[in-house]
């Protein structure tokens, strides 16, 4: 199995920064390599949940290669430790509409792009960011 735990989420101004980080661990024998793309993915109460970043695991030819909402383009930094088993989210000139919970998620196939919510396998409890004006 494969459990995700993120922290970093906090209360900040307009303008300010975050940055969110995800852990990864595995029990029984999972084969590490098999997660191939993790994302930061965020929800607000009531809506649905969006993609915010995702970015595929490894040093292959995909490795490494990253895709972000529009939203947050230029602003937010999605990056990897693989030795730490870490994924993290660098989040510059936060905004207040960038208010969401946000989540940690991995999927065992690489990522062409953000990718719907349900074809992610593991998911992280959450992290509250709250950005006021």
């Known amino acids: 199995q494969v459990q995700l735990m993120e922290s970093g989420g906090g209360a900040v101004q307009a303008g300010g920064s975050l940055r969110l980080s995800c852990a990864t661990t595995f029990s029984n024998g999972f084969n590490v390599d098999l997660i191939q793309c993790a994302a930061w993915v965020r929800q607000a109460p009531g809506k649905e949940r969006e993609g915010v970043a995702t970015i595929n695991i490894g040093s292959g030819d995909r490795g490494g290669v990253t895709y972000y909402d529009d939203s947050v383009k230029g602003r937010f930094t999605i990056s990897q430790d693989s030795s730490k088993r870490m994924v993290y989210l660098q989040m510059n000139g936060l905004k207040p509409e960038d208010t969401y919970m946000y989540y940690c998620?991995?999927?065992?196939?690489?990522?062409?792009?953000?990718?719907?919510?349900?074809?992610?396998?593991?998911w992280g409890q959450g992290t509250q960011v709250t950005v006021s004006s």
């Open positions: 998620a991995a999927r065992r196939s690489y990522c062409s792009g953000l990718h719907d919510a349900d074809s992610f396998n593991f």
